[in-house]
């Protein structure tokens, strides 16, 4: 059984940072996608960052430049620094994955592991 654990989530004030890690296990193979999604109150979950099993990466707009994803393959981890962190950058972080190879998306539909989430709180 599959299984994505995160960790790293807190409260900072705008323009701190936090280091976001997603533990994967229960996997035979790497994912092929792994990835940062977010859901703030009210809002639909959205695409923070992607990174696949060849070191391919996609940003959202709102974080290009200010977050970096990477990913330790011999261990299975995934990461997230977040720099320069803003009010709106305050959601629930999930970490998601699959296995098809494929272009990484940043569409939630595109994912069928999910961890449990961990929240970043950012205040002004």
């Known amino acids: 059984q599959v299984q994505l654990v995160e960790s790293g989530g807190g409260s900072v004030q705008a323009g701190g940072s936090l280091r976001l890690s997603c533990a994967a296990s229960?996997?035979?193979?790497?994912?092929?996608?792994m990835g940062w999604f977010r859901q703030a109150p009210g809002e639909e979950r959205e695409g923070v960052a992607t990174e696949d099993l060849f070191g391919r990466i996609k940003y959202a707009d709102a974080v290009e430049g200010r977050f970096t994803i990477s990913r330790a393959r011999d261990k299975n981890i995934l990461y997230l620094q977040m720099d320069s962190l803003k009010p709106e950058d305050t959601a629930m972080y999930y970490c998601?994955?699959?296995?098809?190879?494929?272009?990484?998306?940043?569409?939630?539909?595109?994912?069928?592991?999910w961890g449990q989430g961990t929240q970043v709180t950012v205040s002004s």
């Open positions: 229960g996997y035979t193979y790497s994912p092929y996608c």
């Open positions: 998601a994955a699959h296995s098809r190879a494929e272009y990484c998306a940043l569409t939630r539909s595109s994912y069928s592991d």
